[in-house]
């Protein structure tokens, strides 16, 4: 174990400062990469789960390295996320979304909404209920590009408000001896350590990272790679499912209401309700 992981000898702002990024920055740095391998290989349920793991963990950095408690925001995205514009002074974070103009057919649905209403869809469609399919999906390919904004600002409003005494990129490079060097450091980098930065450059890939992982940062992605120039596509179709449940339970009752078919329903319902837990907000959604 290296001094950097063990740091007996550090201050007490250092050990902070190692604990958010380990605990909360990297884990969210290789959901977000996870997420967008998922959304461009159509595994549409696992980029919701691990888009919105990731935003969890960068927005409670935010608060951790403002010496603000996180313990009582869970999963709660929405909360999260109107907690750290008080932090955003230099006004950062978008409140509407946006990117360049991209090939597609149809109206990318969430281009130029707010990033607010963007929140509370991936509150939904993100959250715990969701990786059993209880939202169904319901996207196209500007989800990928919302993601990528959101963690691309939060990732800068890191850097410039914290308590560290000193820029946190040259922290983090010089407190934990960072041998790797990134010629041309951007607003978003956090250390030449973390995973993001690493795929940013042109060199730096760890054991167990193959060169292909870069690709799926950076293709497509103009929030953290606007001058990638070797882009191969994306999703670029839309894409929804509704949730089982809700077809088998109600759906099914509304196209054929006779006695026969609502006493199957009845007991099916009987069955789910006694074998498989369902919360009280996808409850909601199995009233007629």
Known sequence: MSEAEFPINNSLEARKILIINQLFIETADQEYVSARWAFNNGMFYP??????????????????FN???TRTYGHDLIRLWQDIKQFDVENILPQKLSWPEVQNNNKLSFEGKSTDDFIKYLSVF????????SFGTNLDGSLIFAIDSICFSIRKLIRINNFCSEDIYEHNKNEHFSSNEISETQSWMLSPNFLLERLASDTLIQVGEKRELRHIFKNMNFAFAPNYVDHSGSFGGFHSISFPIHNFLVRH????????????????????????????????????
């Open 47 to 64: 980029c919701y789960t691990l888009s919105a793991q990731a935003i969890e963990k960068y927005m409670k950095a935010v608060l951790l």
């Open 67 to 69: 010496d603000c408690d």
């Open 126 to 133: 993100g959250s715990p209920d969701n990786r059993y399919g």
């Open 253 to 288: 009752r509304r196209l054929d209401n006779s006695d026969e078919n609502n006493a199957v329903i009845d007991q099916l319902e009987a069955w789910v309700m006694d074998h498989i837990f369902i919360s009280k907000q996808v409850k909601s959604s199995l009233i007629i």
